[in-house]
């Protein structure tokens, strides 16, 4: 069984577009994370959600919005879709809030924007 | 918010052990140190954490001086398996502060 399972795994669409990607997670944690990692291969925390609450909101444009509709779930939506947003973008968890709380990461969604 | 810098990139050969050193000189006191790898087309996974002096797992030993401003995961004997992207992660576990830095990734490359 996946542990963390995004949807989809690749992503190709047009600027000015919109699109949503979905994570789900089967751990029963608490807490889950959303990253931007680019071609450089920075890994940029975005967004996190605890039991549902958002508690970290990083310096990102307002076109991209999460959404935990249960603890289980945390799906991201972007709006208008601009060719920088092209990256791959990472849905984690942890059994609870903190950086020391090990992390458990999805496989990923590459996102192409043409 | 504790910053990392970690090299960009390491080469060892089969049968070395390799270290990679992480610097975090503004380390708060509640925060602590955890390495992940990242293979290609993968997320990264948990390796190993500490707060300070040593932890060693089945995996990895991580090597945490006194003054906590850097630190160094050792890989004993690796293999070409261990090509991958070790991160350096500071994190603070206090539920008021919990902001995730993770650092470019040193890129290792084990060759035959």
């Known amino acids: 069984d996946t542990a963390v399972s995004q949807t989809p795994k690749y992503l190709v669409t047009q600027m000015g577009n919109d699109k949503s990607i979905k994570c789900e997670q089967n751990?029963?944690?608490?807490?889950m994370y959303w990253y931007k990692q680019d071609s450089k291969k920075f890994l940029k925390i975005m967004f996190s959600?605890?039991?549902?609450?958002?508690?970290i909101n990083e310096t990102v444009p307002n076109r991209f919005s999460p959404k935990s509709p249960d603890k289980a779930h945390l799906n991201l939506h972007i709006n208008s879709l601009e060719l920088g947003d092209s990256a791959v973008y990472f849905c984690?968890?942890?059994?609870?809030?903190?950086?020391?709380?090990?992390?458990?990461f999805g496989p990923g969604t590459r996102l192409t924007v043409l | 918010l504790a910053k990392t810098t970690q090299p960009i990139s390491m080469d060892s050969y089969e049968g070395q052990e390799v270290n990679i050193t992480c610097s975090h000189n503004?380390?708060?006191?509640?925060?602590?140190i955890t390495w992940y790898q990242q293979f290609p087309s993968q997320g990264p996974r948990f390796i190993i954490q500490?707060?300070?002096t040593k932890v060693t797992n089945e995996v990895a030993s991580l090597f945490i001086p006194a003054d906590r401003k850097s630190s160094t995961l050792s890989l004993p004997r690796v293999s070409l398996s261990d090509t991958a992207v070790y991160y350096c992660?500071?994190?603070?576990?206090?539920?008021?502060?919990?902001?995730?830095?993770f650092g470019g990734g040193t890129r290792v490359l084990v060759k035959p």
């Open positions: 959600y605890n039991n549902k609450e958002l508690i």
């Open positions: 500490g707060y300070k």
């Open positions: 503004n380390i708060a006191t509640n925060d602590y």
């Open positions: 984690a968890s942890s059994q609870r809030r903190g950086g020391n709380n090990e992390q458990f």
């Open positions: 751990l029963g944690h608490d807490t």
């Open positions: 992660l500071v994190g603070d576990r206090k539920a008021a502060g919990n902001k995730l830095t």
